[in-house]
């Protein structure tokens, strides 16, 4: 199969700072890469499509200026958030729909932010 | 709407048992039912996937049972252990592979 990493894994920050997750597929390229946010105990939450050269597609109630998506190459989408709030800690995972096997869609291992 | 439907939300197996996680979806156009497990703080891995050409689909002690008509489709885990234990999710999407919609999770627990 293929593989997605993310990084950072775990990433703590003052109220009010920025944060950037990146996430790179490392053996194959991904044209659209799908961001997710997921609190305990739940299901993962689409928040956007990131696509390749044009921009991200929000999910409803998703504030696309705290969460700044940038796909800048076919290998790599970086998820900012802006000006974090303790509300903002959660689970962000990232994933990539793989092009070698139509439909298969790997994650990353996903980013733990905490915001103080 | 949820577009997949799972359940159970949770479930506990005796170590050896068969754990069994069932999804049902609407959209007769899905055409590729992955599963997902998720182990916790980690992201969630591809476990086995079906397409709706067989109705079964088996690697190791994973098996996916698949009933078209029904549009139901299930994950069995034989011989369940320990290490199991994790966050089960099925998943359903279109042949553009563009769109996922996932259930809400399965929060299975193997007891030795």
């Known amino acids: 199969g293929a593989v997605v990493s993310q990084h950072p894994s775990r990433v703590i920050c003052k109220s009010g700072t920025s944060v950037k997750i990146e996430c790179r597929s490392l053996?194959?390229?991904?044209?659209?890469m799908f961001w997710y946010r997921q609190f305990p105990k739940q299901s993962l939450m689409l928040m956007a499509t990131s696509n390749e050269g044009s921009k991200a597609t929000y999910e409803q109630g998703v504030e696309k200026d705290k969460f700044l998506i940038n796909h800048a190459s076919l290998t790599l989408s970086t998820l900012t958030v802006t000006s974090a709030h303790p509300e903002d800690s959660s689970f962000y995972i990232c994933?990539?729909?793989?092009?070698?096997?139509?439909?298969?869609?790997?994650f990353g291992e996903g980013s733990r932010l905490t915001v103080l | 709407q949820q577009q997949v439907k799972q359940s159970p939300q949770s479930l506990i197996v005796q170590k050896g048992g068969i754990s069994i996680i069932n999804c049902a979806y609407e959209?007769?156009?899905?055409?590729?039912f992955p599963w997902y497990q998720q182990f916790p703080g980690k992201g969630p891995a591809l476990l086995i996937a079906i397409r709706p050409d067989v109705s079964e689909k088996k690697e190791g002690r994973f098996t996916i049972s698949f009933n078209k008509s029904a549009k139901q489709f299930s994950l069995h885990i034989m011989d369940s252990q320990p290490g199991d234990s994790a966050t089960y999710f099925c998943a359903a999407s279109k042949n553009t592979g563009n769109q996922f919609y996932f259930g809400t999770g399965t929060s299975l627990t193997v007891i030795p």
């Open positions: 053996d194959f390229q991904a044209t659209t």
């Open positions: 959209n007769t156009a899905f055409d590729y």
């Open positions: 994933s990539a729909p793989w092009t070698g096997r139509a439909g298969e869609l790997f």
